[in-house]
Every structure is written in structure tokens, then in C-alpha cells.
């Protein structure tokens, strides 16, 4: 944003008053002190090179208050009109990218209401009567994180979208599944694919939760005893279309746990995103060769010709990093300060609008990577061995009556054998089986099928085909899809 020189006066333009007609430029706070702030003040104290991006929601709140005032008789239906108008005019010179920062503007409420002065004229005066810089910026950051939320959680159910139908395309396909990253139990593809779905379904469950936490109205407050002057609070939240008012002033002004709160989701879907991205990053690597990222999310090396290196992946994963150091950020700055309003909250928001940054880059980049994922479905089902059935046969040992902590004793035998015989599981000789125990011959043959083993977990949750269609029908009604259309 350009910055211009300091001058001792503002030329206002197409405002009340003749062309050209200067008026002094001051601090909102200036009035009781002489000396002039010191330039590295100055700078250490101006939060303009990053709040600039408030100033929709900051005019859409003193349009509101403008509103307000007028209501209760503060001003006269013509200045409210003259305000309005000039707040328009401000707004459309930031949308055009044509507002110009000026050197005394520290933050972007006295940005605005500089311009807007430079506009209407001393009308622009009355607009701050009877509210604070610390209720009007504690307005202003509920009203972006409120419409922040609602874009992360569309780009959140754009993410879902492709694991579920990705789900839907693999069918019932087989692949080991992993405990301590060791092979553990065969699943179904679609299994691990909408494990990984779930996770963001809370991470949206958590943000819609903190919406209604971030809904609350707390303008009207002042800088921390409340207004004075007589401001219907209840007209101001429906105006701005919030549930609620604080019930306290003091705390109003003080209150950051709604920026912490999503602070904390945004760093959990960090930390899901980096979870899927680990997955993929080993699945593609050509030890498991079960999947491969398709060239328009990979990159190469500087010397190896052949590489090709599964960055998007690796770059999520690495972002959760910066997501949890804003959070911490955040948390650290709130420990320790005293009731009310404190600069320190002036720290508020560069962590959380990164963190809107981060996740509005990084999970448009990872809903990309699913849905171009190819999977290699052979590979994946020729990497289950007998081993990853053992479970099957301590089942079988339990239905014939045998004690399931006995049974798991009974088959770990039965691996100890398969190893020092150099023989997979289901080769094993009659005579080991019958030597550990006699029921294990009855239906051993029949065990050795990673389909058969699959289709037994039927329960809510697990990974038979027809359990997987539950889940699919859940999945589709959480993320609100339908079968012929995707929002």
C-alpha cells in the first residue's frame, strides 16, 4: 500500500466545504499530549501495514454504528446519510485499490475515518462519539474471522469431497493396513481413504462451534465501561448479523479466546493435513509404490535428473508447523496481561491472519493432490501376507471355545514356528498345527482369504464393504453431498 508524505494537512476532496479546503491532521489520541512521537515509535506502535485488510468489515461496522447513532438522535438524519455515502466512497477506493495510506495513519480505523473527514468533512467527527478503538477493533476482528470461517470451512468440504470420492472409485479394493508402521490388518482402500476424511469433519464441527463463539456483538462496549450515550446494542447486532452481545464491557474489550479458539482449529487441521500428507509422502516413495502424485503437485531436483519429489505433500506437512507457532504465539501474548484492553492484543492478528493464509493456500493445493492421486491397486494387494491374517486364526480358535488371551498365546506359537520353518502361515504341516493345538485343523484352509477376513468386520466403523457403505452414506450427509451433485 503506497505511503504518502508527511504533511501538517489533508486536502479533502469531494466533500462538503470548496475544493481544496484543508483540515488539520491529528492523533484520534493526540489531544493531551505536546511532544511529538518518536519516528521508531511511530513505526513500533502502527499496525496499518497489516490491518489494512479489516477495512471492509471496519466500514460495514461504522455503517452500522452510523446507524446507531442516528436512532438514538446523535445525528440528524442527514448526517448519517452524509456518512454513509462517504463510507461507500472510502470502501470503493480500497476495492479499486486506489486508497492511498497517509503517514499518520497507525491503523486502518484512522485510515478510514482520515479519508472519510477528507471527504464529508467534520461531520466525519461525530461517527467515533461514544465508541473506542478497543470495542470498534474487537467488532471488526469477530466480523472477518466470522467470514473467514465460513470460506475455510467450504475449502475444508472441497478437501473431504475428493477423499470420498476417491473412496467411492477404489471400490472394494484391498491394501495393508499399518500399526507402528508395520503391516498389521488388510482394509479396504475406500477404509483408509475416508480415515481420512473424518478427521476434517471435526476440524469443521469445531470451527462451526467457534463461529457461534465468535458471533457475539461486542461494540457498544467503549474502551471498557460501556457507552454512555444511550447506543441500542440490540439494533447494532442485528446490523451486523451477530447472535448475541457481550455481557460484560470490560471483558468485551478484552476478550481474544474466540481468535485463540480458532487459532487451535486451524492448528489441529494442520496437523490432519500433515497426517495425510506423511501418509501419501511414504506411499508414493517406490518402497510402497501404492499410489503416485500426479507432476502438477511434484517438483524435481537441481542435479538428479530422475527425481521426482512429492513437495505439495512435504510443504503441508511442514505448514502445520506454522500453524501450531501461531497458536502458541497467541496464547503466550494472552497469559499474562491484566483486564481490559492492553496493545499487546495488537498481536492478535498477524497470527491469525496467517494462519487463514496458510490454510486458504495449502488446502485448495491438497484437495488437488487427492484428486489426481493414481492409485496402484495391484501393488497394493499383492503387499498382504499370512502374517497380516494371524488375527483371523486366534478368531477361529475363540469360536471353538478357546480364551482369546490363550488363543493370541496359541498363534503367537504358531508365527514362531512359520519363521524358524522359513514356511508362510497357511503352509504350515498338519502336524505344527495340531501340536499347538487340535482345533486349529478344522477350518484353517479356509482362512487365507484377505476378503473373507475383511468382510467379517461388519461392525459400525470397520472396514467390511458393507460396513464401507454405511460410512459412505455417513460421509456423504456430514459433508452435505449429494450422489449427482457436489456443492
Not at 506502535?45 to 471492509?56: E, K, P, Q, T
Not at 484512522?110 to 461514544?130: C, D, S
Not at 439494533?235 to 448475541?244: G, I, M, P, R, T
Not at 486451524?266 to 497426517?275: D, E, P, Q, V, Y
Amino acid at each position: 500500500m503506497p505511503i504518502t508524505g508527511r504533511n501538517a494537512s489533508l486536502t479533502r476532496h469531494n466533500g462538503g466545504g470548496a475544493e481544496g479546503e484543508t483540515f488539520p491532521m491529528h492523533k484520534q489520541w493526540g489531544g493531551r499530549f505536546e511532544g511529538a512521537t518518536d519516528a521508531l515509535m511511530e513505526q513500533f506502535n502502527a499496525s496499518i501495514g497489516f490491518d489494512w485488510r479489516l477495512y471492509a468489515v471496519d466500514i460495514r461496522g461504522s455503517l452500522a454504528y452510523a446507524a446507531a447513532l442516528e436512532a438514538v438522535g446523535l445525528l440528524t438524519p442527514n448526517e448519517c446519510a452524509q456518512l454513509t455515502s462517504g463510507l461507500h466512497l472510502v470502501e470503493a477506493e480500497f476495492d479499486a485499490g486506489g486508497f492511498v495510506a497517509g503517514a499518520g495513519d497507525e491503523d486502518i480505523h484512522t485510515a478510514v475515518e482520515r479519508r472519510l473527514y477528507a471527504l464529508v468533512g467534520p461531520v466525519a467527527g461525530k461517527l467515533h462519539t461514544g465508541r473506542s478503538r478497543n470495542d470498534q477493533v474487537a467488532t471488526d476482528l469477530r466480523l472477518y474471522t466470522r467470514e473467514q470461517i465460513d470460506g475455510l470451512d467450504k475449502q475444508l468440504c472441497a478437501v473431504q469431497t475428493a477423499l470420498l470420492r476417491r473412496a467411492e472409485e477404489v471400490g472394494e479394493a484391498l491394501m495393508p493396513g499399518y500399526t507402528h508402521l508395520q503391516r498389521a490388518q488388510p482394509v479396504l482402500v475406500a477404509h483408509w481413504l475416508l480415515s481420512l476424511f473424518w478427521p476434517l469433519q471435526r476440524d469443521r464441527e469445531r470451527l462451526t462451534q467457534a463461529r457461534q463463539r465468535v458471533n457475539v456483538l461486542p461494540l457498544g462496549a467503549g474502551a471498557l465501561a460501556g457507552n454512555a450515550l444511550g447506543i441500542d446494542r440490540q439494533l447494532l447486532a442485528q446490523l451486523l448479523e451477530f447472535d448475541a452481545l457481550t455481557p460484560n464491557s470490560m471483558d468485551a474489550v478484552a476478550d481474544r479466546d474466540f481468535v485463540a479458539e480458532v487459532l487451535f482449529a486451524g492448528a489441529l487441521i494442520g496437523t490432519h493435513l500433515s497426517r495425510l500428507a506423511e501418509d501419501l509422502i511414504l506411499y508414493s516413495s517406490a518402497e510402497w509404490g501404492f499410489v503416485t502424485v500426479a507432476d502438477s503437485y511434484s517438483t524435481g531436483s537441481s542435479l538428479m535428473p530422475q527425481k521426482k519429489n512429492p513437495d505439495s505433500l512435504e510443504l503441508t506437512r511442514g505448514k502445520s508447523g506454522r500453524l501450531l507457532g501461531n497458536l502458541v504465539a497467541l496464547l503466550t501474548t494472552l497469559k499474562g496481561l491484566p483486564s481490559t484492553y492492553n496493545k499487546d492484543l495488537q498481536e492478535d492478528k498477524e497470527p491469525l491472519f496467517d494462519t487463514f493464509d496458510t490454510l486458504a493456500l495449502t488446502l485448495p493445493v491438497v484437495a488437488g493432490v487427492v484428486t489426481t492421486l493414481q492409485f496402484h491397486l495391484e501393488r497394493m494387494a499383492s503387499s498382504l501376507d499370512d502374517g497380516m491374517l494371524a488375527t483371523d486364526v486366534a478368531d477361529m480358535l475363540v469360536r471353538a471355545g478357546v480364551p482369546f488371551r490363550e488363543a493370541h498365546g496359541l498363534v503367537g506359537q504358531l508365527v514362531r514356528r512359520g519363521e524358524v520353518l522359513e514356511l508362510p502361515l497357511r503352509e504350515l504341516p498338519a502336524a505344527e498345527l495340531v501340536a499347538v493345538h487340535p482345533a486349529l485343523t478344522e477350518h484353517y484352509e479356509s482362512i487365507w482369504d484377505p476378503h473373507r477376513s475383511v468382510a467379517q468386520r461388519m461392525v459400525v466403523g470397520g472396514t467390511a464393504p458393507a460396513a464401507i457403505k454405511v460410512q459412505l452414506a455417513a460421509a456423504h450427509a456430514a459433508c452435505g453431498i449429494t450422489d449427482d451433485h457436489v456443492d
